[in-house]
């Protein structure tokens, strides 16, 4: 498929509805360096740099379609306890997603802890209880996620093995996407896959379909083989068999097919499985045609494996695999926060300097240029933040901008110096560079430390703060008053 036709099926992602029901779990990192031996042990010190929290499991899942475009209603289990607090905190934060979670009694929300030095994982702590629901419990999940199935394109079943997607709310939520005629896509686990009889997709890792079908799997071949016999014995459609380096395989009533992958860089396999099931599900509910919708999945891996942790893929970045490039034009300079994010991390796990300045860049002058140019060699990449339209009424007027958002963020990304336009909706970049946590700031000198916004925040995790030189006698709100003859 080429990037004009997964430009088609990424357009319809947006008219995707897909339910997701599955094991939920809380994904910490604490990152940092190693940089010595402990001396009570043989074990390294890790120097923590910053903690962040991800969603895993099926709120992975979530995350990766919340990433496409596609309204998610997800159904989960957590415990009563303050690390439910913080998974319901996360998916208020999801665009076009409800969730509805069965708090169980004396069991812990799964938590899992991985403890990083740069791309190195050191150690991993898992928090969790383990084993099938109790009866009244499912029937409340089977309950409301059947419930749920009207109006959806697709059913997602993300399995981690934990017991949510037991064999009993398997069988029942499968019989009613069936009734309903919504297909199911199902991340499996375990040795027994008769557990998901009458569910269209599997979407098995290679490892996972080995174990399953008890046969070799080395090469395309006996991957088709492998498959074959899971869908004789396990009465399901087909299979989407993921094989790392080797791309994918998708085998179903219209035969085999093999999705070779582009070569890339691989940072992290981690919660890579979610997103295909996302994408595939995704495509599926958009109307996409089974090859297209495991074309769809297969770029989206290719794209989250190159991130660190339980990541998702953007469409822009999507599109941009697909095309094999790694942008299309200055337009994919421009990103949303959560893809700027990601695109920061991938950068430090180079080895790069972020450097971040900000303002509202309306017509361009030779003042901005200087202060882009100063930024830009004191850092390795550097992040623009652009101020809205309605956040620069608010600030300079209400004829102001002269130019918008878009034509400003433009104009922006067509710079050699600027890595990435992010647009901010609030008067002050704050939040934006909380969630960026820029190792240099920068400001023009006309501004002293203790005013720039986000100078506290940025020196607290060990950035600095530059105060660039100025260029007298540009300004937009002088041109504009030449202008306007005043």
């Known amino acids: 498929m080429g990037g004009a036709d997964i430009a088609g099926v990424i357009d319809r992602l947006t008219d995707a509805v897909v339910v997701c029901v599955g094991d939920l779990m809380l994904d910490r990192f604490v990152e940092g360096k190693v940089s010595r031996i402990s001396p009570e042990a043989p074990i390294p010190i890790l120097q ?39 998974v319901r905190g996360v998916l208020r934060g999801l665009p076009r997603l409800s969730a509805e979670l069965t708090v169980l009694e004396g069991r812990p929300t799964t938590v ?25 419990a499912r029937d409340r999940l089977v309950e409301a996620a059947s419930a749920a199935l009207d109006g959806a394109g697709a059913l997602v079943l993300s399995d981690y093995g934990k017991g949510v997607v037991c064999e009993d709310v398997a069988a029942r939520l499968i019989a ?21 009889r009458g569910a269209q997709w599997l979407t098995p890792n290679r490892a996972e379909l080995a174990l399953a079908s008890g046969l070799p799997v080395a090469d395309g071949d006996q991957v088709v083989a ?3 016999h899971i869908v004789r014995t396990a009465g399901v459609d087909g299979l989407l068999a993921t094989r790392s380096e080797q ?16 070569a890339r860089a691989v940072f992290d396999v981690a919660g890579a499985g979610d997103t295909v099931v996302a994408a595939l599900a995704a495509g599926l509910a958009g109307g996409a045609a089974p090859d297209a919708a495991a074309q769809l999945a297969n ?16 469409p822009e970045e999507i599109l941009a695999a697909a095309h094999e490039a790694a942008w299309i034009g200055d337009e994919a300079k421009v990103a949303p926060l959560a893809a700027a994010c990601d695109r920061v991390a991938a950068w430090r796990r180079q080895g790069q300097r972020v450097g971040f300045t900000n ?24 992040v623009v933040g652009l101020n809205s339209d309605a956040s620069v009424r608010r600030l300079k007027g209400p004829e102001r901008p002269v130019q918008s958002e878009a034509a400003r963020a433009a104009v922006l990304a067509s710079l050699a110096a600027v890595d990435l336009v992010v647009i901010f909706a609030d008067d002050t970049p704050l939040e934006v560079i909380r969630a960026l946590t820029p190792d240099l700031l920068v400001k023009g ?36 008053k030449r202008l306007n003859g005043r």
């Open 48 to 86: 923590i740099a910053r903690r962040r929290t991800d969603l895993g499991g099926v709120g992975n899942v979530a995350r990766n379609l919340a990433a496409l475009g596609a309204t998610t209603r997800l159904f989960g289990a957590v415990g009563r306890d303050a690390e439910a607090d913080e």
């Open 112 to 136: 899992k802890t991985r403890f990083m030095a740069g791309t190195q994982q050191l150690l991993r702590t898992d928090d969790e209880g383990v084993g099938p629901l109790d009866a009244e």
């Open 176 to 196: 009613a996407a069936r009734a309903a005629g919504v297909p199911v896509v199902c991340d499996p686990k375990g040795r027994d896959f008769t557990k998901y």
């Open 226 to 228: 492998a498959c074959a």
């Open 247 to 262: 791309g994918m395989t998708l085998f179903g009533p219209g035969g085999a097919s093999h999705l070779p992958t582009r």
């Open 299 to 314: 770029q989206a891996a290719g794209v989250v494996v190159g991130k660190v942790g339980t990541a998702v893929a953007y």
């Open 359 to 382: 303002g509202c860049f309306d017509l361009l002058h030779p003042g901005h240029l200087a202060l882009i140019r100063q930024a830009r060699a004191a850092c390795d990449r550097l």
């Open 445 to 480: 000198a006309d501004y002293a430390k203790d005013a720039v916004v986000g100078a506290r925040e940025v020196e607290s995790w060990g950035g600095r703060v530059l105060l660039a030189d100025l260029l007298d006698g540009h300004s937009t709100s002088a041109t504009l």
